[in-house]
């Protein structure tokens, strides 16, 4: 098999897309953090304060963990080349934050492959969950950065600069 070209992990020797084998990786702990910004008008903001973070459709932060847990666990099942994994720990929080909310999900597995792409699916699912309970009270809602904070337990440990 021709070395592949690119360096990308998801092209085979001929270019193709291909998942990445990843029979022969040893077993460890792994972890992944990422959050995502929701950016509130002011007037979104004071009504879900002043509701308890109740929209017409329930409580907001609670059904957004849900949401991004959920997804963090069906993350396989949205990006075509995620592996399937047994997750050990899924955690979301919400919290408001100036502009808006902040949404973080930590994410663990004892397996050959990380968890970063679970990380961030879980918090952006739980972002666009606050859009869609949020959007009757306005579309200027905005998702925003949506990023991955720190992993570790593979090849390669990482941690987002905090000056950023």
Known sequence: MAARRSGLTHLDAANRPTMVDVSDKTATRREARAEAKVLL????????????HRTKKGPVF?????????????????????????????????????????????VAVTHVTGVEMEALTGAAVAAL??????KALSHEIEVGAIRLLAKSGGKRNYRRNKAK
């Open 41 to 52: 008008p002011a007037a979104v903001a004071r009504a879900l304060t002043q509701t308890g």
């Open 129 to 134: 969950t606050i859009y869609d309970m949020c």
């Open 62 to 106: 609670d059904t957004a963990i849900i949401a991004g847990v959920l997804a963090a666990k069906r993350t396989h099942e949205l990006i075509p080349f995620c592996h399937p994994l047994p997750l050990s720990s899924v955690k979301i929080a919400v919290e408001t934050c100036r502009g808006g909310l902040r949404i973080t999900c930590d």
